[in-house]
């Protein structure tokens, strides 16, 4: 495996910070130029002791900034791009909703146009030394509802799509469902559902207030963005698959039955049958050959790990606390 130094933008935020700790520990040739600029949806301390033998490095950069941008290309060599920024916070939140655009579109295009300007002698021509150079965009399936959020992905997609058709720019786009794991935000569901848990607080929902989503284990997605990240298609676009499928009432049961000796037990196959498992999304993923990103891990499994990471987490808060 040849060495490569991939910027990783985003990268104190969930996914990014499980990517940045995947690659480092998988490949030590490799060199991670870790560029966020630090909202409140990070958290920076995800990436604490990650500086193995100087391979790691960050930069407190907003990828509205395209002399920023253009600036790491003259600082590093970069060879690579795995493109995880995005504003994410909730409308109510983020205060200036132009924020959406400027940062998932407009940001994602002063990417772009510095890979470009690095890696490319002219429209699809690429220069020898970055012939297998990858800009990998990180996206999401059509999600359940309509947001800034989503739409800003959508048009961002769209964007990526037709840069790749005009300038040949090495660009591919995986696309997940809903993510979990450890080192996710407190408020998310399945972090702030373990919360409410550990409290005794978790209580059962009313069958009016369903809302079923596809779940994907963080490990799982790291795994597919590593193959698609070295065997995809310039150009191709792959929709990863989902642990399980499964309502809020459903979730928040699995949940609470970790706090019991029963978990995993048989509830998918008696009381809770409204539970799906799935490797993939049939309708969106069967033209999608290529191995390796099948996710793998139970359900079970992954939320049981992502359970355990936040309980020694609470404990180790209440004894600095104490």
């Known amino acids: 495996m040849n060495a490569k130094t991939i910027l990783v933008t985003?990268?104190?935020?969930?996914?990014?910070?499980?990517?940045?700790?995947?690659?480092?520990n998988k490949y030590?040739?490799?060199q991670l130029v870790n560029i966020d600029y630090n909202t409140e949806a990070v958290i920076t301390e995800n990436t604490s002791g990650t500086d193995?033998?100087?391979?790691?490095?960050?930069?407190?950069?907003?990828?509205?900034?395209?002399?920023a941008?253009?600036?790491?290309?003259?600082?590093?060599?970069?060879?690579?791009?795995?493109?995880?920024?995005a504003e994410t916070r909730s409308e109510e939140r983020v205060g200036e909703i132009?924020?959406?655009?400027?940062?998932?579109?407009?940001?994602?295009?002063?990417?772009?146009?510095?890979?470009?300007?690095?890696?490319?002698?002219?429209?699809?021509?690429?220069?020898e030394k970055y012939a297998a150079s990858c800009f990998h965009h990180i996206s999401l399936t059509n999600p359940s509802t309509a947001s800034l959020y989503s739409d800003s992905k959508k048009r961002a997609d769209a964007m990526i799509s037709?840069?790749?058709?005009?300038?040949?720019?090495?660009?591919?786009?995986?696309?997940?469902?809903?993510?979990?794991?450890p080192m996710q935000k407190e408020e998310e569901l399945i972090p702030a559902f373990i919360g409410q848990a550990l409290k005794g607080k978790l209580g059962v929902f009313e069958e009016s207030a369903e809302n079923v989503r596809n779940w994907l284990f963080v490990s799982d997605l790291c795994e597919a963005i590593?193959?698609?990240?070295?065997?995809?298609?310039?150009?191709?676009r792959y929709e990863i698959g989902y642990n399980a499928r499964m309502g809020d009432r459903e979730l928040a049961w699995c949940i609470t039955s970790l706090m019991g000796a029963h978990f995993p037990g048989n509830y998918s196959h008696q009381k809770h049958n409204n539970i799906e498992t799935s490797a993939y999304s049939p309708e969106k993923t069967a033209h999608q050959k290529l191995p390796g990103i099948t996710p793998f891990t139970p359900f079970e499994k992954g939320l049981r790990i992502t359970f355990n990471w936040y309980s020694n987490k609470n404990k180790t808060k209440d004894f600095l606390n104490k």
């Open 10 to 24: 985003g990268g104190h935020g969930f996914i990014g910070s499980n990517l940045i700790h995947y690659y480092l």
């Open 28 to 30: 030590p040739e490799y």
């Open 52 to 67: 193995q033998a100087g391979r790691y490095s960050f930069h407190r950069v907003d990828i509205r900034n395209a002399y």
């Open 69 to 85: 941008i253009n600036h790491l290309f003259e600082l590093y060599d970069i060879t690579d791009i795995i493109h995880c920024a």
């Open 98 to 127: 132009r924020l959406y655009e400027q940062t998932n579109v407009l940001g994602t295009l002063n990417l772009l146009q510095a890979a470009q300007n690095a890696w490319m002698d002219s429209a699809h021509q690429p220069k």
């Open 162 to 181: 037709e840069f790749h058709k005009q300038t040949g720019l090495n660009v591919i786009t995986t696309a997940s469902p809903e993510v979990f794991g």
């Open 226 to 236: 590593d193959t698609v990240f070295h065997l995809g298609d310039a150009g191709g």
